[in-house]
C-alpha cells in the first residue's frame, strides 16, 4: 500500500522561506516521478513542482526562481524548499506520484501572513 506523508508545513511571514517534506512508502520511490501540488481555498488544485526518477525538474511558471524540488532516494523523501513566499502562496500542499499521478498524500497547510 502506497502511503505518502507530508510534514513541515506552517506559518510563515512574507519573504519567509520553508523546506516541506513528503515521506513515501509501499513503493520503489527510485523508479518513481515525484510531483507536489497545492490547493487554495476556492480554487482548483495546482501542481507546483515534479522530479522524474532521473532527477529532471519542472517547475509551474508562478514558483519558477522561487521553489526548488528534490529528493533523497536513500530515504524516500522528496523536499520543496520554498523561498519568498509570499501570501499568494498559502495553500495546502500535496504530494503526489503514480503512473496516473493516482497516489496522495494527506497535505500539509502552508500560510504565508504578517
Known amino acids: 500500500q502506497v502511503q505518502l506523508v507530508e510534514s513541515g508545513g506552517g506559518l510563515v511571514q512574507p519573504g519567509g522561506s520553508l523546506t516541506l517534506s513528503c515521506a513515501a512508502s509501499?513503493?520503489?520511490?527510485?523508479?518513481?516521478?515525484m510531483s507536489w501540488y497545492r490547493q487554495a481555498p476556492g480554487k482548483e488544485r495546482e501542481r507546483v513542482a515534479t522530479?522524474?526518477?532521473?532527477?529532471?525538474?519542472n517547475y509551474a511558471d508562478f514558483v519558477k526562481g522561487r521553489f526548488t524540488i528534490s529528493r533523497d532516494n536513500a530515504k524516500n523523501t522528496v523536499y520543496l524548499q520554498m523561498n519568498s513566499l509570499n501570501p499568494d502562496d498559502t495553500a495546502v500542499y500535496y504530494c503526489?506520484?503514480?503512473?496516473?499521478?493516482?497516489?496522495w498524500g494527506q497535505g500539509t497547510q502552508v500560510t504565508v501572513s504578517s
Open positions: 522530479m522524474t526518477s532521473s532527477s529532471t525538474t
Open positions: 509501499g513503493l520503489a520511490f527510485s523508479s518513481n516521478r
Open positions: 503526489n506520484t503514480g503512473v496516473w499521478n493516482q497516489y
